[in-house]
């Protein structure tokens, strides 16, 4: 872009006037300002997300246990529903082993199923 301005340009002084030069250059200040623009934004753009790795296959003296409620509770909603992978950055293997240990511990009752047992007890 910048080499087709410049050859433009060349053309140009060999035949243009002073005026005609003066604004030749002022199009030319504005379409490289408005290329830098663009790059800038594409820069802002290209922000990648890094993916999140797994808890557990990091720091592998972390275990999945139902007993630990206090790790369960991490991967469980407010509203007592389980997170998915995608917002907890757990590996398959270890999401299933999670699922299987928060069933357990609502069949213990350790945790809740749901949140509906507080609404009834406020109202």
């Known amino acids: 872009m910048l080499t087709l301005c410049l050859a433009l ?6 035949q243009a006037s002073t005026r005609h030069l003066r604004d030749f250059t002022e199009v030319l ?15 802002r753009r290209s922000y990648v997300r890094r993916r999140r790795e797994c808890a557990f296959c990091t720091d592998r003296s972390k275990v999945i ?26 590996c398959a293997k270890h999401q299933r082993a999670l699922a299987k240990a928060i069933k357990r511990a609502r069949h213990l009752a350790l945790l809740p ?6 609404q009834f007890q406020r109202g």
Do not use: C, F, N
Request: aromatic share 10%; glycine share 4%.
């Open 113 to 118: 199923y749901s949140t509906r047992h507080v």
């Open 9 to 14: 340009h060349g053309a140009v002084w060999s």
């Open 65 to 90: 246990d139902y007993k630990d409620t206090e790790l369960l509770q991490r991967y469980v909603t407010d509203h007592a529903r389980m997170r998915p992978r995608r917002t907890t950055g757990t």
């Open 29 to 43: 200040e504005v379409i490289l300002a408005d290329y830098q623009e663009l790059e800038d934004r594409e820069q």
